[in-house]
C-alpha cells in the first residue's frame, strides 16, 4: 500500500490576508485555534493554505496539545529551565523577562503554516494553535493570517 | 556582484494536497525525503513551494544532515537533555516519554516549507527531511503534504 | 469589536524565485531583511507571501529584534549554553563545532515565511530577518528566496 492518499488539486484564486489582535496578560498560552477558524470563514476560504506570522520578538505561535492544559504549564516550565532570568544577559535594560523571552521566541518561532480542506484547518484531533506570550506583563501582540487557495 | 542570482517567475496555477503516512517504531528520525518526492511527481509539479506539515503534537518535522547517521543520534541526545523523562512536570499520566515528546515537539515545530525546482525539492546537498518520532512505542503519523505552484 | 482586521483580498499571480548568497565569517548573525526587500523590489512584488529557505545543516533563519545588537550576542550565548562543544557527541569527524552547529539549526530552522503587503515586508518595528551562522569559519550560504502573490 502507498503511504500517499488523497491527492487532489484545485486552481489558487485567492490570497486573503487580516490582522489578528491578541491581548496578554502575562507569560503563558492563549489559545487563538477559533479566531483563526473566523478568519477563515470570513475569507470564504475553501482549499489551500493557512499562514500565521507574529509580528514580535519576545512572543511566539505554537502548535501544541489542547486538551490538559497541565501540558501548556509544563511547556512554560520547560521555556524558563531553557532560557532562564538573571543568567549573565548582556541585554537587561528591559527587564530581567526580557532577553529570557527574545530566546524563547527563537526556539519556538514566529511563523507556521497549516493546510485547509473544505474551510477547515486541517489540524490533528489533538492540536490547536497558541500564541505563546514571553513577557511578564499585558502586551497587545498582532498575528498576519493569509490564506492562500481557492473561494468557496 | 549582487548577491541575489537566478530570479525567475512563474504562474502558479494548482495547489495539490496529500496525506503521507508513517509508521514509526520508537524514538529517533525517519527520512521521508524520498516519500516528498513520489507526491510531487504525482501531483505533477513543475516550480513553485512544497509544504509539510504534522498532525501531531509528540513528533515534529526536521531538515537535516543526511549523510552520517551518527547526526541523527546525535540530535536525539541533545533533545533528551532538553528535556529530559521524569524532570518533575506536572502532565504524566499519559507516560514519562509523553511531555518530554511535546517539548521537544515545540521546539523544533511541526511545519516546514522547501522550494521546488523543476520537479525537484531544492534541498543542499547534505539535507534530507526527517519525521522526528519523540514517543517510546510505535505509532502512525499523518503528514499532509501540499505543493503551490506550476505543474509540468 | 473583532480582533480581526483590515481584511482583504488579491489573485495570486506569480511565483518568483531567486538564490541570495550569503558570505559568512565565524559564528554569528547576519542581518539579510534589506537583500530580501531588494528581492522583493525586483520580483515587482505587491501583496503575498515572502519564503525563505537556507539550504544548509549548520546555520539557520530567525527573525528576531534588530535593535539593540546585544540581543544578537545573548542568542548566540543561549545557543552555545544549550548546544555545547566538546559534550559527549558522537558525530566529531568534521570538528568541535559541527555537531553542536547541527543541534543549534535543528533548533532555530532553515524556513520561514512573512507576509508581504504592498510590496513591503510586513515585520513589526523591531523585527529584523537573519541568517545565523553556526560555524567557527567562514562559510558561503545559500538562501531560496520566493514570492507568492500578486504584481506591482
Redesign the interface.
Known amino acids: 500500500m502507498s ?20 491581548e496578554t496578560r502575562h507569560e503563558g498560552f492563549t489559545e487563538i485555534t477559533r ?1 483563526v477558524a ?2 477563515l470563514r ?2 470564504g476560504a475553501a ?3 493557512l ?1 500565521a ?5 519576545s512572543a511566539s505561535l ?4 489542547n486538551a ?1 492544559p ?2 501548556q ?3 512554560e ?2 521555556l524558563v529551565r ?2 532562564p532570568a538573571n543568567a ?4 537587561d ?1 528591559e527587564g530581567p523577562d526580557d ?1 529570557p523571552a ?2 524563547k ?11 485547509v ?1 473544505g474551510g477547515r484547518l ?3 484531533t ?2 490547536g494553535l497558541y500564541l505563546a506570550e514571553h513577557r511578564d506583563r499585558p502586551h497587545t501582540r ?1 498575528i ?3 490564506f ?3 473561494k468557496s
Open positions: 503511504p500517499l492518499s488523497d491527492l487532489r488539486s484545485i486552481a489558487p484564486d485567492t490570497i486573503a490576508s487580516a490582522t489578528l489582535t491578541v479566531e473566523d478568519f470570513a475569507a482549499d489551500g493554505v499562514l506570522y507574529l509580528r514580535h520578538t505554537v502548535i501544541q496539545e490538559d497541565d501540558v504549564t509544563d511547556l516550565t520547560a531553557l532560557a549573565g544577559w548582556v541585554h535594560t532577553m527574545h530566546i521566541a527563537m526556539l519556538t518561532g514566529v511563523s507556521l503554516h497549516v493546510p480542506i486541517a489540524i490533528g489533538w492540536q498582532e498576519v493570517l493569509q492562500i487557495g481557492s
